[in-house]
């Protein structure tokens, strides 16, 4: 991709089409007029770029949002150049004044341009859509005063006008030319533009409100065949917040028409602004008419002249960042729908993972924490609590046993073969249940997934995407998962011990009580068990329901230490189920919170909700 001259006509010209629909190429401008960042162009700026990419990605079965799309990213373009106005405004406050002529096809723009110039500089064709770049004609200007023109311009080429390329819309042209000082127009910039409702006109109308938003006043040119149209209402509604002084000039009337189409005209105007009418000129048909033909139109020449003259004396830039403001907050809620939709996404993504993970949890503490029968924590506590005591006739066990072993699996496992020379291991039933409630939670989610892709059309797209992340992601967090249900479970064995530790030392406040229990026949068969639990020759199951060990937590129970031990066994409950939930935030939660990030960006707008808060914050 070359170019002989960033002023000069282009040798090649890049492409980058939306769906046929819109040109962008890359910014080539020196001409800085970017605004500082955070503020609202720079905001602007990127939610129009989010637009572009999002656009591009849109199914061809999905036409409705498409077409959404596109005319949002119609007007945000309008907003971007409107805001840079506004910077031009700031910094170039004696730039030359611009006038946009604007109107439908074949109303006879570039012909009341040459008429009001006395010229033929625009170039004229009965064809419609002959004009489809912007054509500005410096009229008694200088080219030093316009050095700001290509930064303005900064997705098009400019090239003389005789070299403009038919084939490539994101070109325009300045042409220099003289009216004499008395002119109404010298010292203006008068830009011609392409028509902005034909077939084609997608691939350049955004050079027309490019041209519409860089105007100080705007001349509409409108034909009785025209002026009813909806595309001419939709463009006059557009510009209503910018207040440019406007005059209409109403082309090709036959004269006993004026009157009443003045009227219809007036009243239409009415029905889709508040502001009052602007002037309107009427002009008439005239047959095979040339260029030189509006020499017989004098009398309607002055008054277009002098209507446009008035209009020139009216224009004030000081208010131009008000109305520029007026215009974003009028479309700012269509800009924002479908980058919040796309939030709202996440967000709901956010609440499902929440909500799934709470009810595991919920789960867990049911069906383990507080589960009569398969919660068993507490009662391994007791186990150590009873290797801890002296008991005549196992004290040589539970010494080798302490010296031994004390929760490690590993441990335990080394254990288990050293006195019954069998590789024994104690399986958890927390373990069991944690892996369960973890398997509900995708269960649930995938469900979900399924119902919320039935739900809304324009939403199915996000949910398959996650369901096919989900699918994918879901063995590695298998299995991530279950290593870290392991290394929880071994981790918290020291919190086991404190616990049976907190119970012996309490138990040694209260000698009576533990020289009664070391003496009774059950505390000796329960730490038989306890070593039977400890070499892996019992299971926890058989040792929590063996009689001697529910004879013994009734004895400890109704004891001077009852009533600590059923905080001991409560905070124990409490750290425990902490931990569980540490552990799914760590591994469960974070890894699927952040499952969206893995999605294909190029399809998202991925404007995060602080900045629109901050970019709504400016606006308010």
């Known amino acids: 991709m070359s170019f002989s ?140 005063r316009l050095d700001w023109i290509d930064g303005y311009f900064h997705h098009y080429w400019r090239c003389p006008r005789e070299t403009l390329p038919s084939e490539h819309y994101d070109c325009f042209s300045l042409l220099e030319t003289a009216a004499g000082a008395r002119h109404p127009l010298s010292g203006t910039v008068l830009w011609d533009t392409p028509d902005f409702d034909s077939v084609d006109a997608e691939d350049y109308r955004q050079a027309v409100l490019r041209v519409a938003a860089l105007a100080d006043v705007v001349l509409l040119i409108l034909s009785k065949d025209k002026y009813a149209d ?32 003045v009227v219809s005209l007036q009243e239409k105007w009415r029905n889709a602004r508040r502001d009052s009418p602007p002037p309107i000129v009427t002009v008439p048909y005239l047959e095979d008419m040339q260029v030189d033909d509006f020499a017989q139109l004098s009398s309607e020449r002055a008054q277009l002249l002098g209507a446009v003259d008035r209009a020139i004396r009216s224009v004030r830039r000081e208010p131009h960042a008000k109305n520029a403001g007026r215009f974003v907050q009028i479309h700012w809620r269509d800009w924002l729908a479908p980058v919040k939709a796309e939030n709202s996404l996440n967000a709901e993504w956010h609440s499902l993972i929440d909500e799934a993970v709470r009810d595991s949890l919920n789960i867990y503490k049911r069906d383990y924490l507080n589960h009569p029968h398969h919660y068993e924590t507490f009662q391994r506590a007791l186990a150590e609590l009873l290797t801890l005591l002296e008991i005549p006739g196992l004290a040589g066990a539970l010494l ?119 003496a009774t026949r059950v505390t000796t068969d329960a730490a038989a068990l306890a070593v039977a639990l400890h070499t892996g020759g019992i299971g926890v199951q058989d040792f929590i329901i063996a009689p001697a060990m529910l004879s013994l937590t009734t004895m400890l129970a109704e004891s001077a230490i009852g009533h600590y031990m059923g905080k001991a066994a409560a905070d124990l409950k409490q750290k425990q189920f902490k931990a569980v939930e540490e552990l799914f935030a760590r591994t469960v939660h974070a890894y699927l919170i952040g499952l969206p990030g893995q999605m294909d960006t190029s399809r998202q707008f991925n404007i995060p909700p602080e900045t629109l808060e901050s970019a709504e914050a400016q606006l308010g």
């Open 230 to 261: 909806l595309s001419v209402w939709e463009l006059i509604g557009l510009l209503e917040p910018l207040s440019q002084p406007t005059v209409i000039c109403l082309n090709k009337i036959e004269r006993a028409s004026y009157q009443t189409l």
């Open 5 to 144: 001259n960033r002023k000069g006509p282009a040798t090649q010209f890049p492409e980058q089409r939306v769906r046929n629909a819109i040109v962008y190429n890359l910014p080539f401008s020196n001409v800085d007029v970017s605004p500082a960042p955070q503020t609202m162009l720079s905001f602007i700026r990127r939610l129009k770029q989010s637009y572009e990419r999002v656009l591009e990605h849109v199914s061809p079965d999905d036409e409705t949002r498409f077409l959404e799309l596109r005319r949002n990213l119609q007007t945000l373009s309008f907003g971007e150049a409107v805001l840079e106005k506004s910077e031009l405004n700031r910094s170039r406050k004696d730039h030359p004044l611009q006038i946009a002529v604007l109107g439908p096809t074949q109303a006879g723009k570039s012909s009341v341009v040459n008429w009001l110039l006395e010229k033929k500089l625009a170039e004229v064709s009965p064809l419609a859509g002959f004009t489809v770049h912007p054509q500005g004609f410096c009229i008694d200007l200088q080219a030093d």
């Open 400 to 518: 080798t046993t302490r010296k031994i072993v004390t929760w490690p699996v590993r441990q335990i496992v080394k254990l288990g073969q050293a006195v019954g020379g069998r590789r024994q291991r104690s399986v958890s039933g927390e373990a069991a249940i944690l892996h369960q409630v973890a398997e509900h939670l995708f269960i649930r989610i995938s469900e979900t997934i399924l119902l919320k892709r039935d739900d809304d059309p324009s939403r199915q797209a996000w949910w398959k995407e996650m369901a096919g992340l989900l699918r994918s992601a879901r063995p590695v967090l298998t299995n991530r998962y279950a290593s870290a249900v392991d290394q929880y479970i071994l981790a918290f064995q020291p919190e086991i011990e404190k616990t049976a530790h907190g119970l012996y030392d309490r138990l040694r406040e209260h000698p009576a009580v533990l020289n009664g229990i070391r």
